[in-house]
């Protein structure tokens, strides 16, 4: 069974920093590009960030100069580093990624989900 599973989620404080891990296992062939998305109480999940499996990245403007996506090819895992964190960056954070089993055969997959609150 491939997935993707996340950890690093937690309670920091205002200003704080924490940094979110995401790895895909099972029998994978390759990885795609990978991303982070959130969701606030009441909202709509939001693409965070994105990164290329050659390493390009994207951001949405509210996390610009604040978090950094990355990845790790040979683990097979996408961390989200976390800084200046504010209240309303508290969500559910979602890993998302395109999994090759086979050379052919793909599966686009989310992570079950993990809590960062940011309250003092």
């Known amino acids: 069974q491939v997935q993707l599973v996340e950890s690093g989620g937690g309670l920091v404080q205002p200003g704080g920093s924490l940094r979110l891990s995401c790895a895909a296992s099972g029998n994978i062939f390759s990885v795609t590009a990978m991303a982070w998305y959130r969701q606030a109480p009441g909202k709509e999940r939001e693409l965070v960030a994105r990164i290329t499996n050659s390493g390009s990245t994207n951001y949405v403007d509210f996390v610009k100069g604040r978090f950094t996506i990355s990845r790790d090819n040979a683990k097979n895992t996408v961390y989200l580093q976390m800084n200046s964190l504010k209240p309303e960056d508290t969500a559910v954070y979602y890993c998302?990624?395109?999994?090759?089993?086979?050379?052919?055969?793909?599966?686009?997959?989310w992570g079950q989900g993990t809590l960062v609150t940011v309250s003092s």
């Open positions: 998302n990624g395109g999994v090759y089993i086979t050379a052919w055969k793909y599966f686009e997959l």
